[in-house]
């Protein structure tokens, strides 16, 4: 195991320390469009139109003004993606390996002390979002906040407060635990954030977090 990388649960800066509160120069956003489209039939979802503009673009333009810089991770269409004027990153593992893939990537190029990333299709996110985040993080002293929202039960039963695992904040320190992670063949982000102490913060619209995973999705969320 890397020597360097973050143990589970380690608090002993935080608990000596008290963190004070984040500022939005200290953190770094990265919109997530790596993915392969697979149920949008093989297209790049992040180039796809959502009221006349990219997915990915839309995504960047609400996150931009939460945070002091932007990235994007994306494994196609490189210099598409560059005209969005924030750089852009691709995967260092191959064949799509999923968000954690994307989240590596981004804390390697990390330039601020906290990283925050959010999917390209959910583009109704909360613009509190990041401060939401970086407030919980901070009055728990937790190595990750992540948001958690109310889904229905698609059985019909009532809905259930679920973690919405690729909208966290996260300080760059932790990228030795996610590499040593990675290393070990596993890719479920509530696997690695398990090994750490997560804060889940609640929002109540659901719909914020609604994802387009179909063409059909997509259009639906569109006013």
């Known amino acids: 195991m890397d020597p360097h990388a973050a143990e589970p649960h380690d608090r002993t800066a935080a608990a000596s320390d008290p963190m004070a509160p984040l500022s939005r120069a200290q953190i770094t956003g990265v919109v997530l469009a790596g993915g392969r489209g697979a149920r949008m039939g093989g297209v790049d979802k992040g180039l796809q139109p959502f009221n006349g503009v990219p997915l990915a673009r839309h995504a960047l333009q609400r996150l931009q003004p939460q945070v002091g ?6 494994n196609r269409h490189l210099d598409q993606y560059r005209n969005f004027g924030v ?21 390697e190029h990390c ?24 407030d919980a993080l901070v ?3 937790a190595d990750i906040a992540m948001a958690s929202a109310q889904e229905a039960d698609e059985h019909g039963g009532a809905p259930a407060w679920r973690a919405q ?15 040593t992670f990675i290393a070990s063949g596993r890719r479920k982000i509530d696997a690695w954030t398990a ?21 059909e999705q997509l259009q639906a969320l569109q006013p």
């Open 111 to 134: 330039q601020t002390p906290y990283l925050v990333t959010v999917p390209c299709d959910s583009p109704l996110f909360p613009a509190d979002l990041v401060a939401r985040l970086a």
């Open 195 to 215: 090994l750490h102490k997560t804060v889940l913060v609640p929002f109540d619209d659901a719909r914020a977090f609604a994802n387009a995973n179909t063409l």
């Open 69 to 74: 810089a932007c990235m994007i991770n994306a």
């Open 87 to 107: 750089p852009v990153l691709a995967d260092t593992l191959p064949d799509y390996a999923g968000p954690l893939a994307g989240f590596a990537s981004a804390l």
């Open 165 to 179: 695992p690729v909208f966290c904040l996260l300080p760059a320190r932790l990228r030795p635990s996610l590499n």
């Open 139 to 141: 009055r728990e002293q």
